[in-house]
């Protein structure tokens, strides 16, 4: 545990604590890829925790503008530090600073390398790199990369944003001819950034090549005003993401150099002439799979935050009639209803967890084969990411959500630290790809592989389960109710739904529907075996992760949390399981022991996390279990409370009590 | 439709609304409860809309305390102008003044009406009415209701303060005796009451009589400073309900004349003697019962809200691949996928504003019988109240949250309105009793509901259908899946859970595990009964109100969305209905069918609630779907729009820029 014990711990929590029956330590070391991880994550921790640049007051109590001031203020000085400590080349310690010095703070220049960067990095000529990458990475420029639309997001095409090639001045002229082609949401274009790489329909001599990229500037280097015909701007509140700027950019014919145009992969050359060179478009999959990856494992961290909150808060907080007399009320994690709603989320965060780890390795897998051309894995790749980007971010909220509610009325506070974590990892439902849209290639291409199954060809390992035919249930019969068996019945739900839908379309095309209407006729269907087949696999990644571990304590209660989750998934999935009354109260019952059998572990398989008290930033998710003081504290510091008499009762109150009319006010 | 179109409707909007196979207006009149109603309420709306006092600039760009300042200011000028205009004595007239004026803003003074008053009128004896009872509702005190505490929510026996009477000065002393004593949540207790209702433990002759009600002045009537001995204030931000000041009270031995016990139940003496007089504690679970029909049929209002934003945007977004070259992208609502996710979520609007209708219907039934001693349909209707509560709760939040969804990054944007109803509607799930404890309530209603048709009892109407012994499966033998068909379902499915819950929870019993723990043993499952069981009741009420409409196109089209409200449970439950594949199927077929047929009224289901745009405060769902235009609007008043360069610029960004080190800052 990083977390000093400044203060007396609770002993409520001290006792639960006591209960583990697995080293913490070692599945903590599990979780951070190896023992050296996990110390050099606590180093980085520790350095930022001491360095009192990075100390505020808590955000909740700022106004936006004020968030977002101190957001820039840190993501500049973390840039700083990670210099100072020679850490820029080391992804691993710099996405741990980050973190820690700003928890759940979206950053102002966050696109900056997140997308600017590599979007420099893999469209530019050689040329241009040497041009702009170095000024990029040192920092002299700040951009991000625009390219939705207010209009337009999911379908590329459809972007409307001009930049027409004028050959009498060598300079393409940048236009947003429509209210719905103005660039909205890039994050850091509305105050933050000087450059941004502008996504555009490129026309020269009165033809329209499609999208292509042009580097625009949009704010003077030394006044950082914006530049003529450049209107930018922030697009106004959200639900979360206060920290960051998100922007809107209309361009009224800004000229920039022919050379702006990002040149590695086609040429608009000086007569206007279109040169378009050979490319891997292939390679960009493989951003995207990485990406994806991320969001997964993002969505995982985000549930690990929320049940550490709740979880610690359930063995304090206590609730409810006594069992006797004079007793203390019960703990909230003393009831069964508690226990379900909390380790089902837990279940989910470990199952995310270890699924996100393996499409990440199955990135770096499959990569360099695609490097090489070989891209036969990138269907399978491509459509196991997207369904999973889906399924993780939307059971990621779900389950911060149902942890947020499992602190009842505390759970509403910004004190908690709950909300922002709901409302951080809310938006990946919709961003990188919109999650119906994203389960839907997943469908898609499953329909291929029944296809490609039904011709005899080898499909890739996780679909290689996927048969043209229906196979037989696999039978209970009295058995144990396994996490194989389990897995085997989340096999046939995938197979069984999927058969049904296929046949489906095919009986469409059979009567001549266009394929594309066939498509839309099953797509809601497609979706719930995308969602299927995901749920497959993350259960597969949870238990061979789970088989993996070589402490036979660890390996037995990951083992467990993995039947906890597999079991849910067949009982609320009951229907298409099909499931007999006799096995679905058999799953019940099993459900029932588990979380017996998981409870006395609850504290400690959040605990493996091993989040600090400084990235929760939760007044009830505190090590030290010292939650009432604490929330008396915090709220204290509300700004309504920096007076006794607040401004509206002169106002107007004192008026209203008197019996004078507020209308003369 | 109230919206004047002063603008030129979206012409994708007018094709929509021309579609609609029914009076639009006639529904309206229906969902009102009558066209006296609508008219009365379109009057009101008037009113509010015209008059410049409620005018300001858009809440989203203020600070919370500006919101707080601005909604006291609102919730007054509301009082007075109701006074003025006669209306304080009609609910119908003054909720909806309310809800037009403040569009979900919550009320600081609204706990003063929904509790303080109710309070004093029902608690007070005849002479503390007098004196007080008239000098709230002139508001010349303003008064909230100090029940929940920082440790204590749900269970009222827990409470710690203190009410300890002194007869040497006829004084009761309350005290906050530790930090979870400190009242924690009540509305307005913060910053705009100066008098609480405070429930504490009364202490008297050394003995301890459980809780009761005493009348405690907060703040000096003439200056509003908070008096010797009583420390509060804001409990700080919320996740929503920016426009509230919940608070926090501790009392210090905070001195209050005898007088001030709320006495019509019980009584201390001058010389310290307690008297209880008999009372009927039934009556409060009536005003339980009438707050619960209000949370059902708030979460239908909210749903209603969120559709009408996200049925109208669906109609003018276009998103995706055009069906043929050239052609312009499709609608969302062209999706099938998105046409299930918005009209499921309008089915559920539909059939939880109907049961809230036939819950308040019941209510008003059962309330005379009960002031005469006639308890009998008692404990039904507390135990449908309470599961419809959490059952509407539950839905409604998720129904917002699905609408928010389903508008992309535009539902992330506080610009759409939806974050802000969801954040409004969430907390119902924790007030008023948390939803997994009034299920539970639902639940133990269940278990007894078996035991007297053991007995042979005879059951409440809505328990009717509850048996001793399993009855057999309708089957669908290949004919229509009606409603009535589906309903049978849904009876069954909810009859055979409880029944092998009841016979578990039984088999405990018999090996003579005490109640408490046989109960909590089968808790987990119990909820889900409960839920099963509130959902036929929705249903049912659904379908009633559907075939009771007389004009047939309404019954029809109701009949249609009712019978997608049902296929869609019936799905999702389908384990425990035991379907069968081909029924499964059949029933997923139907859903697409259904979806078919009731899309072209997509718009006119949501535009009979009649909201105008002054309630849905929404750039993407105006009456008029100029979408875009409003939006840039909009994100022009964003605060950091101010100026051109951001402050932190100058402060920060420049220096970073320059290289400079930030720490010397």
């Known amino acids: 545990m990083t977390n000093p014990v400044v203060q007396k711990v609770n002993p409520m929590l001290t006792e639960e604590r006591a209960k583990a029956s697995f080293p913490v330590e070692e599945l903590t070391y599990i979780l951070d890829g190896g023992k050296f991880n996990t110390e050099k994550r606590r180093e980085i921790e520790e350095l930022v925790t001491k360095d009192p640049n990075f100390e ?3 955000i909740q109590f700022m106004t936006r503008e004020q968030q977002y001031s101190l957001a820039v203020k840190k993501a500049l000085l973390v840039q700083q530090r990670l210099k100072e400590l020679d850490m820029l080349d080391d992804p691993y310690a710099s996405y741990f600073f980050r973190r820690i010095a700003m928890p759940r703070e979206v950053s ?12 420099l990095m893999g469209q530019c000529s050689d040329e241009q790199r040497e041009r702009w990458l170095q000024r990029a990475l040192n920092y002299e420029i700040i951009g991000t990369y625009a390219q939705t639309e207010m209009g337009h997001g999911t379908f590329l095409r459809g972007i409307e944003t001009t930049a027409t090639y004028d050959p009498s001045s ?31 329909q490129l026309h020269t001599q009165g033809r329209c090549h499609g999208v292509h990229m042009f580097l625009v500037q949009l704010r003077d280097e030394s006044t950082h005003r914006s530049l003529p015909g450049v209107v930018c701007g922030d697009i106004g509140p959200k639900m979360g993401y206060h920290t960051i700027d998100n922007g809107f950019l209309q361009l009224n014919s800004v000229r920039i150099p022919r050379e702006n145009m990002l040149m590695r992969n086609a040429e608009v050359q000086p007569d206007g002439t279109y040169v378009r060179r050979v490319s891997n478009e292939k390679l960009t999959y493989g951003t995207m799979v990485f990406v994806r990856s991320l969001i997964v494992s993002d969505a995982a961290r985000g549930i690990s935050e929320a049940a550490t909150i709740a979880v610690r808060y359930a063995c304090v907080r206590r609730q409810g009639e006594p069992s006797s007399p004079g007793a203390p009320e019960p703990r909230l994690l003393d009831y069964p209803v508690h226990q379900y709603r909390l380790l089902t989320c837990v279940a989910n965060c470990y199952g995310l967890w270890f699924a996100s780890e393996v499409l990440r390795d199955l990135y770096f897998t499959v990569q360099p084969d695609v490097l090489e051309g070989r891209t036969e894995r990138l269907p399978e790749t491509h459509a196991l990411s997207a369904g999973l980007k889906a399924v993780g971010s939307n059971r990621g909220a779900a389950c911060v959500e149902e942890c947020r509610r499992c602190c009842g009325g505390f759970g509403f506070s910004e004190a908690s630290g709950l909300p922002k974590i709901y409302n951080d990892i809310n938006p990946a439902c919709t961003y990188e790809g919109e999650n119906t849209v994203m389960l839907l290639q997943t469908g898609r291409h499953l329909l291929k592989c029944v296809e490609r199954a039904r011709r005899g060809e080898q499909l890739a390992p996780s679909d290689a389960y996927i048969r043209s035919r229906p196979t037989p249930q696999p039978k209970l019969a009295g058995g144990p109710l396994t996490a194989d068996l389990l897995l085997c019945w989340l096999r046939w739900r995938s197979l069984s739904m999927l058969l049904e839908v296929s046949g489906r379309f095919n009986s469409f095309i059979e009567q001549r529907q266009a394929w594309a209407d066939a498509f839309q006729a099953v797509s809601r269907r497609l979706t719930r075996c995308a969602e299927a087949h995901c749920i497959l696999y993350v259960g597969q990644a949870f238990l061979d992760s789970a088989k993996a571990a070589e402490n036979p304590k660890i390996c037995g209660v990951l083992t467990s949390l993995c039947r906890l989750f597999l079991l849910n998934e067949v009982v609320s999935g009951a229907g298409d399981v099909q499931l007999s009354r006799s096995d679905l109260a058999r799953c019940q019952d099993a459900i029932d022991s588990l979380l017996t059998e998981l409870r006395p572990n609850a504290v400690a398989l959040v605990e493996a ?8 930033c939760s007044v009830i ?7 009432y003081e604490a929330m ?33 006010l």
């Open 632 to 664: 008396l504290q915090w709220a204290r510091q509300s700004p309504l409370n920096a007076t006794d008499v607040h401004e509206s009762y002169e106002l107007y109150t004192r008026q209203f009590l008197a019996g004078r009319s507020l209308a003369k």
């Open 108 to 119: 102002p220049i966050g696109l900056h390398w997140v997308m600017f960067v590599p979007t």
């Open 56 to 58: 505020h007051p808590p």
């Open 609 to 616: 996390f091993d989040l600090p008290d400084r990235m929760l």
């Open 621 to 627: 998710g505190r090590y030290d279990g010292q939650v």
């Open 170 to 200: 060598q300079q393409f002229v940048l236009h947003s001819p429509t209210t719905t082609s103005i660039k909205w949401w890039p994050g850091g274009l509305g105050k933050t950034c000087n450059y941004a790489v502008v996504v555009a």
